[in-house]
């Protein structure tokens, strides 16, 4: 359990020897979701030692092929494998139509219910909303229709035990269970253990921000406020600002002055363009502005546990 | 130059972590052929360093997605990276429905001209032929429409000088052309050698035929009567064969049965159900029928120079 973000392909366009592309896994409290779905993403989901099966949800930003090819190949393995349980992508209009298609020639009947939900630009309800997290989606900057995507932890209420409580005073499940509802502790020898001192209060749930594919814009500062993890669009350099401007992406410089603009806690550079090799250097520009930045590497896992302000 | 069969993909419905989807390059003298695109085939193109590019003609054989998921990135990196000659692909009806769908929902305008062209069951005329090749298409025995294709070298009706004729008699460029037109040689001492001495036939053409993913099936053999290398859908081991037959798919033993009776040079297995993780046993029973069986290996190459009759 916990709340960890994995790595699945950290290409742009096209996959190479060393990225693949855009896909991420990401486990709140054991609900997984997975964000884009590029070709090969049922192969990186393997390599992760995720099990395909426990994906419920799939988010899909944008209709671009490296965001979602490995979509239909990923639900054939699904249904293959016997799945029977629903499966729910969020994705813009037109998902539909070509899911549709290839399962009519191919004449597929998925034995599970595959729910398509067409996210739309209004940003006031969650798209999805559960015991473990919320998912809300919000347009971004990219050459066609796109989405950014926050999944924040629910709030626990309960109050948890201090490290090593239990066995200081060698509490019953009993005591530990009234402890956790707000009860002090009378010891065997009559001293009363205030509660304040045997337990902590819930932390405050923390929130993932997923912004890929897209250029910089200041509306998005107030949207990614203060975000523990941001994870942006860096298919450039700054050297590249102006092709990246006309394509709809980002550079280095551009989403560590949207993450210092934010406020958020940590950057994770994404996206990058098969023409880096060596992404150095672009750590490098993106440091000389917002300091805690790292690059997304496949089969990393980012525990959000980490993550926080520097 | 020569002609060559280089295996992409040699696994079944699902990639595993030693065996892609089905997906093959032919190459016959220069003029590339790709048999099929599984998931993940731009990546066993570059793997196998063939030039995609290089790729003008693309032959699905039916529209289940470990046949052609592939091909969509496929074409998707082939137009980013700046193609503009025509790629002609021949695949069963219903592939336009599916590439035309993914083409409008992400808003791409192919910079070159994607020629998609419908096979149908009239097995009369090849589907192409060229001053390399000729190919021919027919139907084989699956769970929906499917498509099996012979590639056949063209005849080359010219002459060739034998091994060390040049150097021999030490021949000029002039000697040589009228010695490959049917000229004897006039040596400067007045000595005639005679153009049988000098010269070679051109050598028999040689076929490849691709099968798979079918059942077996007697009208196959006259088809396939003699072809030098026959790739043959072997899915299942023969302990499997009832589970063969409900999804049209082929074993180790009618593989070997029909290149038997086909009187093939050399049998080619390949669509190897993740289940067998060692394939020395399917191996072992097609041996024990057609000895002159080899099984397919991501990223091996075969040249058909070396495929023979034993």
Same mark, same amino acid.
């Given at each position: 359990?916990?709340?960890?973000?994995? &790595?699945?392909?950290?290409?742009?366009?096209?996959?190479?020897?060393?990225?693949?592309?855009?896909?991420?896994?990401? #486990?709140?409290?054991? +609900?997984? $979701?997975? &964000?884009?779905?590029?070709?090969?993403?049922? #192969?990186?989901?393997?390599?992760?030692?995720?099990?395909?099966?426990?994906?419920? =949800?799939?988010?899909?930003?944008?209709?671009?092929?490296?965001?979602?090819?490995?979509?239909?190949?990923?639900?054939?393995?699904?249904?293959?494998?016997?799945?029977?349980?629903?499966?729910? $992508? +969020?994705?813009?209009?037109?998902?539909?139509?070509?899911?549709?298609?290839?399962?009519?020639?191919?004449?597929?009947?998925?034995?599970?219910?595959?729910?398509?939900?067409?996210?739309?630009?209004?940003?006031?309800?969650? &798209?999805?909303?559960?015991? *473990?997290?919320?998912?809300?989606?919000? @347009?971004? %900057?990219?050459?066609?229709?796109? %989405?950014? /995507?926050?999944?924040?932890?629910?709030?626990?209420?309960?109050?948890? !035990?201090?490290?090593?409580?239990?066995?200081? %005073?060698? !509490?019953?499940?009993?005591?530990?269970?009234? &402890?956790?509802?707000?009860?002090?502790?009378?010891? @065997?020898?009559?001293?009363?253990?205030?509660?304040?001192?045997? =337990?902590?209060?819930?932390?405050?749930?923390?929130?993932?921000?997923?912004?890929?594919?897209?250029? %910089?814009?200041?509306?998005?500062? @107030?949207?990614? #406020?203060?975000?523990?993890?941001?994870? +942006?669009?860096?298919?450039?350099?700054?050297?590249?600002?102006?092709?990246?401007?006309? *394509?709809?992406?980002?550079?280095?410089?551009?989403?560590?002055?949207?993450?210092?603009?934010?406020?958020?806690?940590?950057?994770? !550079? =994404?996206?990058?363009?098969?023409? /880096? *090799?060596? $992404?150095?250097?672009?750590?490098?520009?993106?440091?000389?502005? /917002?300091?805690?930045?790292?690059?997304?590497?496949?089969?990393?896992?980012?525990?959000?546990?980490?993550?926080?302000?520097?």
């Amino acid at each position: 359990m916990g709340f960890f973000v994995h &790595i699945l392909g950290s290409g742009a366009s096209m996959p190479t020897g060393h990225r693949s592309c855009s896909a991420q896994v990401v #486990n709140v409290e054991g +609900f997984k $979701i997975l &964000i884009d779905a590029g070709e090969g993403v049922q #192969n990186q989901i393997r390599r992760a030692h995720v099990k395909m099966q426990s994906i419920g =949800t799939i988010l899909i930003s944008h209709l671009h092929g490296d965001h979602f090819f490995g979509l239909p190949g990923l639900i054939s393995s699904m249904h293959l494998c016997g799945r029977t349980e629903p499966l729910d $992508i +969020f994705a813009p209009q037109g998902l539909n139509e070509v899911l549709g298609a290839i399962f009519r020639v191919s004449n597929t009947a998925l034995a599970f219910p595959l729910n398509i939900h067409t996210i739309g630009p209004d940003t006031q309800q969650p &798209i999805l909303s559960n015991n *473990k997290c919320t998912i809300r989606s919000f @347009p971004i %900057y990219h050459s066609i229709e796109t %989405y950014g /995507f926050i999944i924040e932890e629910k709030r626990k209420n309960a109050l948890s !035990l201090k490290r090593n409580v239990a066995t200081q %005073y060698n !509490l019953s499940a009993d005591d530990m269970q009234k &402890i956790k509802q707000g009860a002090d502790y009378l010891m @065997p020898d009559g001293t009363v253990i205030p509660n304040s001192l045997l =337990t902590q209060q819930p932390k405050q749930p923390k929130r993932y921000a997923y912004c890929c594919d897209t250029s %910089y814009n200041e509306n998005l500062i @107030p949207i990614l #406020n203060g975000v523990e993890l941001l994870c +942006f669009d860096c298919t450039f350099d700054s050297k590249n600002t102006d092709l990246a401007i006309s *394509k709809g992406h980002g550079t280095t410089v551009q989403a560590a002055t949207l993450a210092k603009q934010a406020g958020v806690g940590q950057l994770l !550079l =994404t996206h990058f363009s098969a023409r /880096f *090799k060596d $992404i150095t250097p672009l750590l490098d520009e993106a440091h000389s502005i /917002f300091p805690n930045t790292i690059a997304a590497t496949d089969l990393d896992m980012i525990d959000m546990q980490n993550v926080s302000k520097q």
